[in-house]
């Protein structure tokens, strides 16, 4: 499994930004993706996930409504549009993925997911 996140950058606070994350060497109907966070000096952080097959998503509290997780199956790509920025939601951002049935879509640790891309910078300037 290769995950390729992009689309970080520089935005101003209230602002909106999109990040992909292409996916390939599986079929990741069965998988579910997330999309984790890491400031620096702090743990990485869950921020959302969704199951592949049926599209269940789930959300930190800190994002919700504001954050949305969606997929393209014909593009075997997973988004995070993000709108209504803050300074605080500056960080490096991680896609992952866990082959897991579509029930299990709540996964919120790093522990729980197998594979992850490399990360892409968000910056929210105040």
């Known amino acids: 499994v290769q995950l390729q996140a992009s689309g970080g950058g520089l935005v101003q606070a209230g602002g909106s930004l999109r990040l992909s994350c292409a996916a390939s060497?599986?079929?990741?109907?069965?998988?579910?993706m997330g999309w984790f966070r890491q400031a620096p000096g702090e743990e990485r952080e869950f921020v959302a996930a969704?199951?592949?097959?049926?599209?269940?998503?789930y959300y930190a509290d800190s994002v919700k409504g504001r954050f949305t997780i969606s997929r393209d199956n014909a593009k075997n790509t997973v988004y995070l549009q993000m709108n209504s920025l803050k300074p605080e939601d500056s960080a490096v951002y991680y896609c992952?993925?866990?082959?897991?049935?579509?029930?299990?879509?709540?996964?919120?640790?790093?522990?729980?997911?197998?594979?992850w891309g490399q990360g892409t910078l968000v910056t929210v300037s105040s």
């Open positions: 992952a993925a866990v082959l897991r049935g579509s029930s299990y879509y709540r996964l919120s640790r790093v522990s729980e997911y197998d594979y």
């Open positions: 060497g599986r079929t990741f109907s069965s998988y579910v």
């Open positions: 969704i199951s592949w097959s049926v599209g269940s998503t």
